[in-house]
T-cell receptor, first 113, second 117 residues
Framework: GNSVTQMEGPVTLSEEAFLTINCTYT??????LFWYVQYPGEGLQLLLK?????DKGSNKGFEATYRKETTSFHLEKGSVQVSDSAVYFC????????????FGTGTRLTIIP | EAGVAQSPRYKIIEKRQSVAFWCNPI?????LYWYQQILGQGPKLLIQ????????DSQLPKDRFSAERLKGVDSTLKIQPAKLEDSAVYLC???????????????FGAGTRLSVL
């Protein structure tokens, strides 16, 4: 079945540091890939997505590129802010009809001033 | 546009008691999902509705969990009787079409945090 493996956290960075959160996946065919973010006390929000190989999703300064050859979708941001502190989830959904959205375990990110 | 509404936000019960959660999806969204998110894990799908019909309930522990969406709009998820391992955040999500593709994104509510003592 489908699975998502995320970089284990928690991750603590100083403000303006460069961020990478690794995500790799296992799936048949060409799944759609997502990053969701969960701020304290809130539900999950879609951060960005990519639906085919070599697509780059981007939003709020975050980027992730769909790498079919390495089955990866790493999240990056060039300069993080305190407001980026949250839990980040990598997720995928297959493209064979009504498949489930499969999540990774989440990575807690804390940015210190 | 109003988001997915869930209530209550928090619930504390003793084991063997029953509890119910309510969800009102985004207006016009035909598909509704209930997820269980245990601390330190990603959300796990419990049940998916398309209008008022069940599409997938393969991971719903049917001996104690039940869910309904009678009029194809809001939904309730019930646990009876609760066990200690049911302590989790229960998330509701909705999307505008059956299943999910690059055009149909799931929108999540803030969740209900359940503690079973």
């Amino acid at each position: 079945g489908n699975s998502v493996t995320q970089m284990e956290g928690p991750v603590t960075l100083s403000e303006e540091a460069f961020l990478t959160i690794n995500c790799t996946y296992t799936a048949t065919g060409y799944p759609s890939l997502f990053w969701y973010v969960q701020y304290p006390g809130e539900g999950l929000q879609l951060l960005l997505k990519a639906t085919k190989a070599d697509d780059k999703g981007s939003n709020k300064g975050f980027e992730a590129t769909y790498r079919k050859e390495t089955t990866s979708f790493h999240l990056e941001k060039g300069s993080v802010q305190v407001s980026d502190s949250a839990v980040y989830f990598c997720a995928l959904i297959g493209n064979f009809g009504n498949e489930k959205l499969t999540f990774g375990t989440g990575t807690r990110l804390t940015i210190i001033p | 546009e109003a988001g997915v509404a869930q209530s209550p936000r928090y619930k504390i019960i003793e084991k063997r008691q029953s509890v119910a959660f309510w969800c009102n999806p985004i207006s016009g969204h035909a598909t509704l999902y209930w997820y269980q998110q245990i601390l330190g894990q990603g959300p796990k799908l419990l049940i998916q509705f398309q209008n008022n019909g069940v599409v997938d309930d393969s991971q719903l522990p049917k001996d104690r969990f039940s869910a309904e969406r009678l009029k194809g709009v809001d939904s309730t998820l019930k646990i009876q009787p609760a066990k200690l391992e049911d302590s989790a955040v229960y998330l509701c999500a909705s999307s505008s079409a059956r299943g999910m593709n690059d055009k149909n994104i799931q929108y999540f509510g803030a969740g209900t945090r359940l503690s079973v003592l």
